[in-house]
């Protein structure tokens, strides 16, 4: 059974780069059809779906995060990587990796999830 | 870009059934999937397609979609049901994924 797994910084500067890596287990990051996802959660609030890699490499993100965002998939360490520029304190989340299956679009599994706070 | 709509909060006595919605135009043409999250935990798939349980859900669990409005409804409501509910869907045009504002539900 695929298991997901976050990990990364849990403070970050304001103008500075939240990376925040997800390590698969229990399955190769290549091996069917699927999209790595991003998706976060500020505190008290509702989720936000930031964006997602192909088993290719194709990438596509949420046009609220595009100009900031970049996702990867990092074949040889079985994970894949979530870089957020210059963040603000409006960055400060919960942030989850999560997979779809290709031609079925909903979120399983999910990750834990890891809290990252923008501040000085 | 496409907008869901969910009540705040449905509050329910245990036992009875809560009837939850998500809102958005025509969305009874798309597949709506169903989360809950409990606090401190991540999301937990418990309805996709619609109206589909992954398994290990139990049937208390069930959804439907149709117009405007798609409903998740739990039957025979536990305390273990308190949580937040999140509505999801594809959006086709933008090949983006949206989320509703979610849901709290509340055992009395």
């Known amino acids: 059974q695929v298991q997901l797994q976050e990990s990364g910084p849990g403070l970050v500067k304001p103008s500075q780069t939240l990376s925040l890596t997800c390590t698969v287990s229990?399955?190769?990051?290549?091996?069917?059809?699927?999209?790595w996802s991003w998706i976060r959660q500020p505190a008290g609030k509702g989720l936000e779906w930031i964006g997602r890699?192909?088993?290719?490499?194709?990438?596509n993100y949420n046009p609220s995060l595009k100009s900031r965002v970049t996702i990867s998939l990092d074949t040889s360490k079985n994970h894949f990587s979530l870089r957020l520029t210059s963040v603000t304190a409006a960055d400060t989340a919960i942030y989850y990796c999560?997979?779809?299956?290709?031609?079925?679009?909903?979120?399983?599994?999910w990750g834990q999830g890891a809290l990252v706070t923008v501040s000085s | 870009s496409y907008v869901l709509t969910q009540p705040p909060s449905v509050s329910v006595a245990p036992g009875q059934t809560a009837r939850m919605t998500c809102g958005g135009y025509?969305?009874?043409?798309?597949?709506v999937h169903w989360y809950q999250q409990k606090p401190g935990q991540a999301p937990v798939l418990v309805v996709y397609?619609?109206?589909d349980r992954p398994s290990g859900i139990p049937e208390r669990f069930s959804g439907s979609n149709s117009g405007n409005t798609a409903t998740l409804n739990i039957s025979r409501v536990e305390a273990g049901d308190e949580g937040d509910y999140y509505c999801?869907?594809?959006?086709?045009?933008?090949?983006?994924?949206?989320f509703g504002p979610g849901t709290k539900v509340t055992v009395l």
């Open positions: 999560a997979r779809v299956q290709l031609g079925f679009n909903w979120f399983d599994p």
């Open positions: 229990g399955g190769s990051i290549t091996s069917g059809h699927y999209y």
């Open positions: 397609d619609d109206s």
């Open positions: 025509n969305i009874g043409s798309k597949r």
């Open positions: 890699v192909y088993t290719s490499g194709y990438t």
């Open positions: 999801q869907v594809w959006e086709s045009s933008s090949d983006h994924y949206v």
